[in-house]
């Protein structure tokens, strides 16, 4: 399973990103597909995910109402769209593949890619 994550970059608070990330093969419809994020000095945190159904989605605390997570597995894609950004969003995010909600939330990831930087200026 790869996975490659991109859209990250630079954006003044109160911005948006759209993350992409491209899935090889056909397992996205078998997998769950979220993203965490790592800031320097801080833990890893679990942002987003969503079900291989895409009926199921979690959104950590401080995301909700401002983030969407939604995947096209047509397109073998899963998308982060992220709006009214904040510095504290700053942080590397990896996109990864669990085999559902629970196991993403337990960390318990089956793959991830290399990340994207998001950088939120003040």
């Known amino acids: 399973v790869q996975l490659q994550a991109s859209g990250g970059g630079l954006v003044q608070a109160g911005g948006s990103l759209r993350l992409s990330c491209t899935v090889s093969g056909s397992i996205l419809d078998y997998y769950a597909i979220g993203w965490f994020r790592q800031a320097p000095g801080k833990e890893r945190e679990g942002v987003s995910c969503?079900?291989?159904?895409?009926?199921?989605?979690y959104y950590v605390d401080s995301v909700k109402g401002r983030f969407t997570i939604s995947r096209d597995n047509a397109k073998n894609t899963v998308f982060l769209q992220m709006n009214s950004l904040k510095p504290e969003d700053t942080a590397v995010y990896y996109c990864v593949a669990a085999h559902d909600l629970i196991a993403f939330l337990g960390t318990a990831y089956s793959s991830w890619g290399q990340g994207t930087q998001v950088t939120v200026s003040s």
């Open positions: 969503v079900s291989s159904d895409a009926r199921r989605k």
